[in-house]
């Protein structure tokens, strides 16, 4: 009866996601096109035309007790069809997970829906409980393939999950690491325990490590065991030739306050063979196999137990002097696209109430931090298949040959603060995933029947069992799959539907968030040491003041200034130092740097010209940006000679780079000063580590002192000291500088317009102004090969491997080198040896 | 003697070839100027129905696997012609355990060794990577001798 179920929602919110149905539930199927819908009571739908029933006991899935239906991909026919489930209705059954992948044709596991249910909880079982669904498979490519190896009556593969390990997580009464308590599926009393330490850290170590852990579990548990060797699964002799991903399906489960149960997450590892043989088990972040779980609690990472302790626990965590959380949580979210194809997305992200609570926090003793809030992102990409009739896949007229694939879905759990930063590359698998692997969950479907469509964002921030909104975005995407083009959608930014607040979302074309910097320094590489600290670059101090002194001034007062050096005091006060009063001006330039200085008048040598400039102490550095350079085919064919790379720095030119120091690293560029001399000196740096420099010059010189000019003033002034002040007002030019005749006053209005335009007198094939009047942005200019890789190159060729291995370890195309020595094959005769060797040298399947 | 027949429809290259049960344990005659890699034998066709389908053999007297075709005889006896032994299947224990230097890979690899056997176009991709944009501003600047505090 459907009132004797408890829902799993807490306090007053509603978890609309949730779907409690009654013990006996019809399920009805209807083919639509190429689309099958499932129908709970009308209560939601999901898309799907294969179906596995499974419900989980305490942790142990099996398929007791559920009628489960005979339909396989391709048995869907039109029409309605009806399936009966039968839920056992133990009363000591605390919860049910009815799972069901969908399934597009012959394209299985494209999305898993998982609808759950709850049932009032017993009393023992009042502790947090964390379940773990553990999935070996093999891999063919980039995707993974679970599948059982057996067909139904119509010769049709059956594909399900391969279940090779389940169990669940408690924690421990005295604290550190929790255990994996294993229990009789019976009588639910503990047969063993196992830390699970090694879900953490045993799947980088080694496989042997993961082999051990999970050979622990079974002989800790007899009755698994034997249930496992029953199934003959083969594929459960985890052989790191033959396995290349695991899944770890987790999630948790609690009995207080209200029979909590947490969103599932899958946890992909995958296999990375080194050269030196080496096997790691490692996150895979793109995942196939339908992660999008349909509940609204938060995603627990495997790092994150103590997080899903917190969640559980109310505010008990919190200590009693600590101000309580807002009740509000909503938040302000950003999206900025830039770039419409292959675009950076940028998620920034502020909540109003929670920063003052943070900030509230004064004694803080929970040690409540911004990483302890979590932010909470995924994006979810569909694709079309495009083998449609219409000539247009993206306008609305979808043929009964359309459909929806949800082709890549991925979720990021950062800190509050981190902004999230994606491109294209990251989040589509499209054309990575397929083609690089031809086959897995995609095979039946050719790349170039896929064409993106829309992407999805979702994003939400959460602390306990505090959250805002769940907040999703929809983007268009159109183009072919290698060149999509990134549009806006009509939707808007849509909260989830049960659970609003005031979240706001805003979309951002083609703009970067303030004062955002998309490349932020990574850490130093082990094989790299930081510089030490004194020799990184500092403002300079380049002698200033010591025994020159260098204003910055505004045309005006320029103009000001050369009024007063041609004024009548100027000279009496200046005669007594000097014979030539221009001698007392080091030199004058325009450079491409804004220096802030302290406002004082201007002294030439020891006279007050009470005229203002700002003096300047310090020139600092200027940081032009960065970029993160990454190799086309990480590979050989991103070096020399394949591969170039120049720079082009603004005031220097193109300089030449050797991709071994920047490939695969990220480059910036800072420019220091010589304001006295005009040049700049471009300093590079390689993750942080200062590679080189080049030198430009970048200041123009307002050429006073310069011969033609200097020598013109020189005389000017001579004559006037000589012939006494402000006598001469009309002094002919004559033969020192003939292209210029006019009066003194003349020449200051040539200095006036020195101030105010863009003159040289330097010579050369890089002047100045040339570097003035050249584009300002810095730029590498990368020129790569474009190889020919066949899509079954490495399966037909292999790829340079250069390393001894012993041949049985491999796997897949090889080629020995010629000293392969078969002598010692016991039993062969000398034909059949060079068999072997001719078999070795040229190319064999091992 | 007894032989193992099959259906082989693997790569001559696969050291462990996947090979379909035909029948084993048939008795066969071995001619007299066989030899042990190239053996012929007879058999009466009544003992193999299936040989048409029959590509490969296995003789545990030998432990060799061979490719195989068949020729009919008069008096409905088969004669089994050995087309080439298999010493990849025959020796793949002892070849699986042999520890030498792998030139090229399908699995095991490193990317950063130059493939000579790649075919790379003459043509070149240029792409162009924006660090930014110089917009430090613009001052002019005085340096004269001396000044005073």
């Known amino acids: ?846 | 003697m007894t032989v193992d027949f099959y259906t082989n429809n693997s790569d001559a290259r696969k050291l462990n070839k996947s090979i379909g049960v035909i029948k084993k344990g048939v008795h066969c005659e071995l001619k007299d100027d066989s030899d042990v890699l190239r053996p012929t034998l007879t058999l009466a066709r009544i003992s193999l129905i299936n040989y048409p389908i029959c590509n490969y053999m296995y003789i545990n007297s030998f432990k060799r696997y061979y490719y195989i075709k068949f020729r009919a005889l008069v008096g409905d006896m088969l004669q089994v012609e050995t087309i080439d032994p298999d010493p990849l299947m025959s020796f793949g224990n002892q070849i699986r355990s042999l520890y030498t230097t792998i030139i090229r890979q399908e699995n095991v690899f490193n990317k950063y060794f130059i493939d000579n056997e790649l075919a790379i176009r003459q043509t070149k991709k240029i792409q162009l990577v924006s660090l930014g944009t110089y917009n430090a501003g613009t001052g002019i600047y005085l340096t004269v001798d001396g000044g005073k505090d």
Not at chain 1, 553 to 575: C, M
Not at chain 1, 624 to 629: C, D, E, K, V
Request: aromatic share 12%; proline share 6%; with cysteine.
């Open chain 1, 1 to 846: 009866m459907a009132n004797e179920y408890t829902s799993p929602f807490f306090g007053d919110r509603d978890m609309g996601q949730f779907f409690i149905p009654p013990a006996d539930t019809t399920v009805a199927f209807t083919k639509r096109n190429r689309q099958s819908e499932i129908k709970y009571n009308d209560a939601g739908q999901v898309y799907a035309a294969d179906v596995l029933c499974t419900h989980t006991w305490h942790g142990t899935w099996s398929e007791r007790n559920i009628d489960r239906p005979n339909l396989y991909p391709g048995d869907v026919t039109k029409g309605n069809t009806t399936i009966q489930f039968t839920v056992d209705g133990e009363p000591e059954r605390p919860w049910c997970v009815l799972a069901i992948p969908c399934t597009y044709g012959n394209v299985p596991k494209t999305a898993t829906q998982y609808y759950q249910w709850v049932r009032p909880c017993v009393e023992e079982f009042n502790d947090i409980v964390a379940y773990y669904y553990i999935l070996v498979g093999k891999t063919n490519g980039a995707s993974m393939t679970i599948r059982r190896d057996n067909t139904n009556a119509s010769g049709k593969p059956i594909v399900s999950y391969r279940v090779v390990q389940t169990g669940r997580v408690e924690s421990t009464e005295t604290g550190g690491l929790p255990l994996l308590t294993l229990f009789d599926p019976v009588t639910m009393i503990p047969t063993g325990a196992q830390s699970i330490g090694w879900i953490a850290n045993g799947f980088n170590s080694g496989s042997n490590n993961f082999l051990n852990a999970l050979n622990a579990l079974n002989n800790a548990d007899d009755n698994r065991s034997s249930r496992f060797q029953s199934e003959d699964l083969s594929i459960y002799n985890i052989d790191p030739a033959v396995v290349s991903r695991i899944a770890i399906l987790t999630g948790a489960w609690a009995a207080r306050p209200n029979n909590h149960l947490s969103e599932m997450r899958w946890i992909n590892l995958t296999k990375n063979t080194f050269v030196d043989n080496v096997t790691q088990w490692t996150l895979y972040p793109p995942n196939l196999i339908g992660s999008f779980i349909a509940t609204g609690l938060p995603v627990f990472t495997v790092d994150s137990f103590d997080q899903m302790v917190r969640y559980f626990e109310g505010d008990s965590w919190l200590a009693d002097n600590d101000a309580p959380p807002p009740s509000d949580w909503s938040t302000d979210w950003d999206i900025y696209i830039k770039g419409a194809q292959r675009p950076d997305i940028y998620i920034t992200m502020a909540s109003p109430k929670v920063d003052e609570w943070l900030a509230d926090l004064e004694d803080n003793t929970s040690g409540l931090s911004k990483d302890d809030i979590k932010v909470e992102y995924r994006y979810r990409e569909y694709a079309l298949n495009a083998v449609m009739d219409s000539p247009n896949p993206y306008a609305n007229s979808y043929t009964t040959k359309d459909w929806l694939i949800d082709i890549y879905d991925d979720t990021r759990v950062t800190s509050y603060g981190e902004n999230l930063q994606l491109n294209y590359p990251n989040v589509n698998n499209i054309t990575g995933g397929l083609v690089a692997g031809g086959g897995g969950e995609f095979s039946d479907v050719a790349i170039n029947e896929l064409y993106p469509y829309y992407a999805e964002l979702g994003f939400r921030i959460h602390y306990g069992k505090y959250m805002s909104a769940w907040c999703r975005y929809k983007i268009g995407v159109i183009g072919s799959p290698s060149v999509p083009d990134f549009v806006k959608m009509q939707n808007e930014g849509v909260q989830d539907d049960a659970w609003q607040d005031d979240s706001t979302v805003t979309l951002h074309y083609d703009e970067l968030p303030p004062g955002y910097n998309p490349y932020p320094t990574p850490e130093f590489p082990p094989d790299i040491n930081p510089p030490p600290d004194d020799t990184s670059p500092s403002p300079s101090q380049t002698g200033l003041g010591l025994l020159t002194t260098t204003y910055k001034v505004t045309p005006a007062n320029a103009k000001a200034l050369g009024r007063y050096f041609w004024g009548g005091n100027l000279w009496q006060e200046i005669k007594a130092l000097n014979t030539s009063p221009i001698e007392n001006v080091v030199g004058m330039v325009i450079m491409p740097i804004d220096i802030a200085g302290d406002t004082s008048t201007i002294v030439v040598g020891n006279v007050d010209t009470n005229v203002n400039g700002d003096k300047i102490s310090l020139v600092p550095l200027y940081t032009l940006g960065s970029a993160q350079i990454k190799g086309r085919y990480e590979s050989f064919l991103d070096y020399e000679p394949y591969t170039t790379i120049h720079i082009f720095l603004p005031f220097v030119g193109f300089v030449r780079l050797d991709p071994v120091y920047v490939t695969g690293k990220t480059l910036s560029v800072t420019y220091s000063y010589d304001i006295i001399n005009g040049l700049c000196n471009a300093m590079l740096f390689v993750d942080g580590v200062y590679i080189e420099s080049h030198q430009g010059q970048c200041g123009i010189d307002i050429p006073l002192i310069a011969t033609n000019r200097s020598q013109l003033a020189v005389g000017l002034a001579t004559s006037l000291l000589s012939t006494g002040e402000g006598a001469v007002t009309n002094i002919a030019m004559g033969n020192k500088a003939g292209a210029v005749s006019g009066t003194v006053s003349n020449v200051i209005g040539s200095l006036g317009e020195y101030l105010t335009g863009f003159h040289s007198q330097r010579q050369g094939g890089y002047t100045p102004v040339c570097a003035w009047t050249e584009t300002r942005n810095c730029f590498l200019v990368i020129e790569s090969p474009n190889a020919s890789y066949t899509g079954t190159y490495r399966h037909d060729k292999g790829l340079p491997c250069n390393a001894s291995h012993t041949i049985g370890s491999l796997s897949g195309f090889t080629v020995c080198d010629p000293s392969v020595d078969v002598s010692g094959i016991v039993g062969a005769t000398e034909e059949e040896k060079a068999m072997i060797k001719e078999y070795l040298t040229t190319g064999f399947y091992a």
